[in-house]
């Protein structure tokens, strides 16, 4: 068992006085039986009142509403956890999905559809071109040996571009410029596997590891794909690996754009700037008790 802090800090400064809209803060991590949440602390200067729900994806969500008009905005969320999936590849796929292709069951592909909607035509052609690179349909090959073979291939050949602009590009346009975001590899991760016939999710969370060009301090994104047997296995593309210990998942959905950490508005003319700080810091072993 590994245990993290997670210190995630976002200002917004406003030229003149605002008054804030209610906003929608996806900053708790996902619990379960790999991950669990030892302390939680969420809040935001000017005050709000924070009220929780699960989203439709069981993430856990926090609305904020304010009162006061306010020229800057902190919202600052520090959260302990501990981690427990120490070993990633200790899974077993069910026979009939070891080795690819294989259709999901009947009752399984009732809730997997909506995960398993296939690119446009466009898209679709071009990437049946790029899987080519890595595989033809005549090789015979095992489902994960595919997944991690896509996974690698992304890594490799998409450099990491930090980008700022909020959004997601396209598969096309990451096939196109060969760059893109830890969240542009993903994206396109989950549309080549949903071109292979697979279900797949985007995955917003955090990372634990050095600062690098990848890891510079801000949210992660990575993918997953949904293998019987194991359930959500998750990917990462932007590093080359399947989500490990180092992944901290924060929320899940069919499309990226569902499941921005901080979403809000402000009505005013103000003008405004986004500062945001993200700090994963491994934490030593609690003592038995």
């Known amino acids: 068992m590994l245990r993290y802090k997670i210190l995630h800090r976002t200002y917004y400064n406003f030229s003149s006085t605002v008054r804030l809209e209610p906003h929608t803060l996806r900053l708790r991590p996902r619990e379960g039986p790999e991950l669990h949440i030892e302390s939680s602390n969420l809040k935001t200067t000017p005050s709000s009142t924070l009220r929780w729900h699960r989203d439709v994806e069981d993430n856990s969500v926090a609305t904020a509403t304010f009162d006061e008009l306010t020229g800057q905005l902190l919202i600052e969320s520090e959260v302990i956890i501990k981690q427990f999936n120490e070993s990633p590849l200790d899974f077993l796929v069910a026979d009939y999905a070891i080795d690819y292709p294989f259709n999901y069951q009947t009752e399984d592909i009732q809730v997997l559809t909506p995960y398993m909607k296939r690119p446009t035509a466009e898209t679709s052609e071009a990437l049946v071109k790029w899987i080519a690179k890595f595989w033809q349909p005549s090789e015979l090959i095992q489902t994960y040996t595919l997944l991690q073979r896509l996974c690698i291939h992304i890594q490799q050949n998409i450099g990491y571009k930090l980008r700022e602009e909020p959004g997601v590009q396209s598969a096309l346009e990451t096939l196109t410029l060969g760059t893109g975001s830890c969240r542009d590899s993903a994206f396109l991760f989950m549309q080549a596997a949903r071109q292979l016939g697979l279900a797949a999710r985007f995955v917003s969370g955090y ?34 690996q ?36 993200v700090w994963v810091t491994e934490l030593a072993a609690t003592p038995a008790k």
């Open 207 to 240: 990372l634990h590891s050095e600062p690098s060009t990848v890891n510079y301090g801000s949210t992660h994104a990575w993918a997953e794909v949904f293998l019987p047997g194991a359930g959500w296995k998750g990917f990462d593309p932007t590093i080359g």
């Open 242 to 277: 399947v989500a490990g210990t180092d992944h901290i998942a924060v929320a899940v959905a069919r499309q990226p754009e569902s499941v921005p950490p901080i979403a809000g508005s402000y009505t005013g003319s103000a003008k405004s700037t986004l500062d945001v700080g």
